[in-house]
């Protein structure tokens, strides 16, 4: 039986400012607009945090019962390491994503109904990401799943639920948020190329190969410093998300030197936290704009 510090680690921390950051640079996006619901950007955050931890939860399942995790090389995973049952670690993804669909149907509610659909379309793109018999996940389009999901999804609909509209700076906001998130994603399918390729996962970093992935990241990286200067012309205060240069550096610099395997571990977090840092200046910004 798994302990409460294995469900911890196997409900993936490092991936949270997937979660957080999109929750605050749509509320940032928002205030620019006028004034906030603070309850409803208080159940988006909710929200978010119980789809991405289910979505952990389902892929650790998923993936640990294919035999995707029997030999892996980043964190602990629940069924591949043995450390909880199938069953288990099923029962949480299912209650977490649970959780995100009931905050989600009171938003839908108090806002908008078809934001019902909305909610129902990312459950889905949670479970069969890695789950069912032809997970996407395995055919390359996770990336695209985490920029739509966790950038354009998770922004525009904090930013809708709270203000109840968006605008093109709620659109710049998502798409730089989708586009670290996405690197996220990027530097863990870099790592895993290897088992993964081995294994059938043929994800997006196994179809491009390792250089490319590299180019890829950077790539990603270098969106968001972009639409601060895109955002800046509009608001000259969200120049202020150009302060995530400073985090970015690292796993930039990681990525670009060749690192390889479990030392490519530390670029999950770090490009999370830029993620978060730009999120956090840019809102600010935008809420003095």
Sequence with gaps: MATVSQWIEGARPRTLPNAIAPVIAGTGAALHLGD??????????????????????????????????????????????????????????????????????????????????????????????????????????????????????????????????????????????GSLSSGVLIANNLRDIPTDAESGKITLAVRLGDRNTRIFYVLMCAVPVVVSVVLAIIAPAAAAGLIAVIPLAKPVKIILGGTQGRGLIPVLALTGMAMLVWSVATAVGLAFA
Excluded: H, M
């Excluded at 909880?84 to 009171?106: E, I, M, N, R, T």
């Excluded at 789950?131 to 990336?143: A, N, S, V």
């Design 36 to 177: 906030v619901c603070w309850w409803k950007v208080a159940l988006a955050l909710v929200v978010a945090l119980a789809l991405i931890v289910g979505v952990n939860f389902a892929n650790d399942y998923s993936d640990g019962v294919r035999g995707t995790d029997d030999d892996r090389v980043g964190p602990l995973r629940l069924v591949g390491s043995g450390a909880a049952s199938p069953q288990a670690v099923k029962v949480a993804a299912f209650a977490s994503l649970g959780v995100g669909a009931v905050c989600g149907l009171v938003l839908a509610i108090a806002t908008a109904w078809w934001l019902v659909l909305v909610g129902a379309v990312c459950i889905a793109g949670a479970w069969f990401y890695t789950g069912g018999k032809r997970p996407y996940g395995y055919l390359g389009f996770g990336e695209i799943a985490v920029f739509v999901f966790f950038g354009l999804v998770a922004v525009l609909g904090t930013q809708f639920v709270a203000a109840d509209a968006i605008d093109w700076v709620g659109v710049g906001c998502a798409v730089a948020v």
